[in-house]
């Protein structure tokens, strides 16, 4: 996705500084003369909205003092907008935040403390609530988590010969699989695998046992030959004809070739479930299996928290607003929904029945090999520059060795500052 330079993002950041100290948050009445309170709730995902707004409605029956608003703005957007509105002292009193943007949230003190909001933390993976704390303190309740698993045609497969991915595949097997599904002639490749960190080459790397960030974030691993292999495994699909070209993947995505019957596999996150098998395509003839292993198994896993604005006028509402989504009762209600799996544990099971016939218990399950997206200080100004750089490797510049140890160094003057 698109995203504007964390340069730029860093700066209005700080400028906010000031101003959150000053105040902010959403007006504490709804401009009629009550004296209910309107909190404002910021997400970017409409297809997850409608759920949250069924759960607004049982809320606002328990808390008839508070209304909550929302504003759902499109990812490509969203955090242009939050940082605008942060910088106005307009914050939503409630937002989401992921992983990847939650160190620069904490640093920046743009978020409140929620270690008094009232939810069950051991419910909660612990990976999920750490990339969420700084100095013993909660910033965000988790409300989520993806992890990466392969989609896969299964009637390319039968027409193939193959037997279906599962939890046996090595790399080995993935690469044999994927020349054989390959038909160049007709525009069908085997594995869509395009130049992308999150469910691509990242998942390779920790699957080689190595990491894009070394020395508790404080320095790149991309000059670690465990990382370079990794980063070389995932290119070798491209590199030997079995991935669709990176030119053809301009303007398109992995899940778009896959219920396009373009190609046979695709590595895709738990939030493309409600987009991919809601298609009569995909849900006649696409399914999902572990990612396969290589030294050892992992995936890449995200998770999205409800936070609070340190300047909202309206903390007391907010905190109330925020144990609300994360009890039990809601998390089940998102999971029977089906868009997205619930962070509180035992919820999932209702996500999964939600397509019986698929086998999506492998996003659960990978939670115990999940590794949470890097999320320490600048790692997303080194993440920004990854395709720029290793892109050099994919056209045949460089090799993905140089392009790699390349990478490095300007990830490493970014980390450094």
Sequence with gaps: ??????????????????????????SSDDGSGSDQKVITYALWDKEQAPVYQEIAKDFEKENPDVKVKFEITPFAQYFTKLETAITGKNAPDVFWVNIPRAPDYINNGVLMPVDDVKFDKDKIPEQYLKAYSKDGKLYGV?????????????????????SYPDDTWTWATWQDAAKKLTKADENIYGLAAPLTWQGGYYDTIYQNEGSPFVDKGKKSGFSDQATIDGVDFWYSFTKNGSATPLKDMAGTTGSELLLNGRVAMSIEGSYMVPVIFKEKYGKDNIDVAPLPKGKTRATTSNSLA?????????????????AFLSTKEASEKVAESGVVIPAYQGAADAWINAYPDKNLKVFTEAVDYAVP????????AAIAI???????????????EAACKELADKANALLNK
């Design 306 to 322: 409800n936070v609070i604005s340190a300047g909202t006028k309206n903390e007391d509402a907010a905190k109330r607003w925020v």
């Design 386 to 400: 990854e395709s720029d750089v290793l892109s050099k490797a994919w056209t045949g510049e460089e090799s993905i």
């Design 1 to 26: 996705m698109k995203r504007k330079s964390w340069a730029v993002a860093l700066a209005v950041l700080l400028l906010s500084l000031v101003l959150v100290a000053c105040g902010g948050g959403s």
């Design 373 to 380: 997206l890097p999320n320490t200080k600048n790692s997303s």
């Design 142 to 162: 988790p409300k989520d988590f993806d992890t990466n698993a392969l989609f896969y045609n299964k009637k390319m497969f039968d027409d193939a010969g193959i």
